[in-house]
């Protein structure tokens, strides 16, 4: 049996993990995909990378800061852009309103992951299907297997939690988890021939955010976090409307075809890339965040719900989501 469990291997699940474990408790995070992170992901695309999920860090609060300052001290973080570019709803691109460094990982997001993830027990590929609570104890349900443990955390978006726990949870929180919606989100990942590195070596723009765009959510030159990029890699992400009205179109090539056609006026010189994919995001962002940074249920042990959705919508809200419900179970105070 194990002492604690932790479903999701993404920023929330990872941090709160890393924290137990540094405390002396036995720990185990279950993810259902073959890697480390969720959200913050990176494709492997034949010589090159691309960030598809999370496309940089800007620290707000000092607890954030110093995780931040920790990655940039490992070299797995560094200042990729000091200001980010804005698309008007009208197309016009705009330049940066304020400029506070921006963070990305040169070898792609998921190095964050793997080192909040070092040195912890990490099964990958299975997917929880069902948590129940059996005497003083929690019962795990895969596909295929079973695992018992003394302390579940579910760090999971609040629809994919009540799939799993909702049986144990109670109404209050249910309710709770229930009123968050999550946006769905599209991205097309592009690589262009060798060639055409001059033409991006001369764009004036790292990331351009749409503001209320129809169709784009967010254009980065994506190989410009590479410390020697050796060719242009463009993400395009959808706007949430755009997502809404493709998400379930049967024609994916199409898809990106679109968005990369939305990104090309600011993209002079990247023509007919080599590859193109496109990844769908069921849940990016939490719409209505709860004020809570993280949920609990009484059963006969309490069961605890963490993610970015309790406090924000982004990376920082998952971090501090997840490490304060380790600050919880090791019972802590924590001050942020
Ligand atoms: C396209 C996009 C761009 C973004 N850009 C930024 C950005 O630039 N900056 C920023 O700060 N934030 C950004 N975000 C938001 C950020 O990604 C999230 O806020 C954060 O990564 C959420 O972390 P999490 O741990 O709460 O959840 P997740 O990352 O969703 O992790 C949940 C994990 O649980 C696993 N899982 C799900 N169900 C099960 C199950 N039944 N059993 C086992 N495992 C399961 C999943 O595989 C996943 O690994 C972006 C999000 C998207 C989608």
């Not at 279950?30 to 691309?50: E, I, N």
């Not at 190989?223 to 997502?243: D, G, H, I, N």
Request: aromatic residues 8%; contains cysteine; negative net charge.
């Amino acid at each position: 049996m194990f002492e604690i469990a932790v479903i999701g291997a993404g920023v929330a699940g990872l941090t709160c993990a890393r924290k137990l474990q540094q405390a002396g408790r036995r720990v185990v995070v279950f993810d259902k995909s073959r890697g480390l992170g969720g959200r913050l992901a990176t494709r492997r695309l034949a010589d090159t990378h691309a960030d598809h999920g999370v496309c940089y860090l800007q620290p707000k609060g000092t607890a954030f800061g110093k995780l931040i300052d920790e990655l940039v001290n490992e070299q797995i973080l560094r200042v990729w852009t000091r200001g980010i570019h804005r698309l008007s709803a009208d197309g016009v691109l705009q330049p940066p309103e304020k400029f506070a460094p921006c963070y990305a990982a040169p070898s792609g997001a998921t190095a964050i992951a793997k080192y909040l993830g070092q040195n912890l027990e990490i099964i990958n590929g299975q997917a929880i299907t069902a948590i129940s609570s059996i005497g003083n104890r929690w019962q795990l349900d895969s596909t295929d297997n079973q695992w018992s443990a003394e302390q579940v955390v579910v760090a999971l978006p609040p629809a994919q939690a009540l799939a799993i726990a909702g049986r144990v949870t109670d109404t209050h929180c249910s309710e709770r988890m229930s009123l968050v919606n999550f946006t769905t989100s599209i991205t097309a990942i592009a690589v262009f021939p060798k060639n055409q590195q001059t033409a991006a070596d001369q764009l004036t723009w790292q990331g351009i955010q749409g503001i209320n765009h129809p169709v784009l959510g967010w254009i980065s030159l994506d190989s410009s976090k590479q410390l020697e990029p050796l060719q242009p890699v463009l993400v395009v992400q959808s706007s949430a409307a755009f997502a809404a009205e493709y998400f379930d179109a049967p024609d994916l090539e199409m898809v990106g075809q679109r968005l990369l056609a939305g990104a090309a006026p600011f993209a002079m010189g990247l023509n007919s890339p080599e590859i193109l994919q496109v990844h769908r995001w069921g849940y990016a962002f939490a719409q209505n965040p709860l004020p809570d940074l993280f949920l609990t249920a009484q059963a006969e042990a309490p069961i605890y719900f963490c993610g970015d959705w309790c406090g924000g919508n982004r990376v920082e809200s998952a971090f501090l989501s997840g490490s304060t419900v380790a600050e919880k179970i090791l019972d802590i105070h924590a001050v942020f």
